[in-house]
């Protein structure tokens, strides 16, 4: 069975960073129980460095041994899958040992050593898609990861198609300080790639530097309409970052998503998303 690629949409979903067990573990539950509620096959999403912050002194998260033990205990105690981004190829098969897929960040997305690590260890990878790369050119980071799984089986004897690579967009930069979501990216990243195609809400109204003391600020209030469209548009799933309390949150608190409105805006998603999907298989 595909991890990243079913029939049914996915929403990959957390925090930005990793915190205490009671933030952790609030957010996963709440997770847990929206997808029962939408038939929605969710991953539970959090990262134990923040190694690329706007500020110098910005929170990064619990470090790798601890991340990863919290991450495990969100899986034990939810059932849900769990994913993280890694930065240094060195990361990638300790990680491995403890979540069901590995992210690389966007500004990563070119690391060959990097891409093959991830490759190479069989997981689940969900390779985010650069802000400055042209959906084609995404062609590229996936082949890394295919050429990383050709060069090595996980230690656990599972191999995994190229069904379990997903990319993830989030807009382009245009010099502006702004990300532009091309509503055309998801087709051809699809045609480009043959992968399944994510979306990133929350990323997507980022403003990095902007925010106070030279941290990342954002425009939430645009998520809704930005996530409905590439519903409709062709993503087949969703990444979207929450937390109870954005304003308490570490890392990117003026994009998460509050906990509390994420039902309701993610339900709205899924109707658009089989609506869409309905409609186009009565055009053929």
Partial sequence: MSLLFEPSPLLIAGPCVLESDRVNLAIAE??????????????????????????????????????????????????LPVLTDVHEPDQAARAAQSVDALQVPAFLCRQTDLLEAVGRTGKAVNIKKGQWMAPEAMAGAVAKVERGRSLGVPADGAVVGKADIAVTERGTFFGYGDLVVDMRSFARLKQA?????????????????????????????????????AAAAGAEGFFMETHPDPESSPSDRATVWPLAALGDLVERAVEVWHAARARSGAAL
Avoid: M, W
């Avoid at 997507?204 to 209030?221: D, I, K, Y």
């Fill in 30 to 79: 709440a997770l847990a129980a929206l997808g029962q509620r939408l038939n929605l096959r969710v991953i539970y999403k959090g990262s134990f460095d923040k190694a690329n912050r706007s500020a110098p002194d910005a929170p990064r998260g619990p470090g790798l041994e601890a991340g990863l033990e919290a991450l495990v205990r969100v899986r034990e105690v939810t059932g």
């Fill in 193 to 229: 790639t043959g992968v399944c195609v994510l979306f990133d809400a929350t990323h997507s109204v980022q403003q990095p530097g902007r925010g106070p003391r030279g941290e990342s600020g954002g425009t939430r209030e645009h998520i809704p309409a930005l996530l409905l469209a």
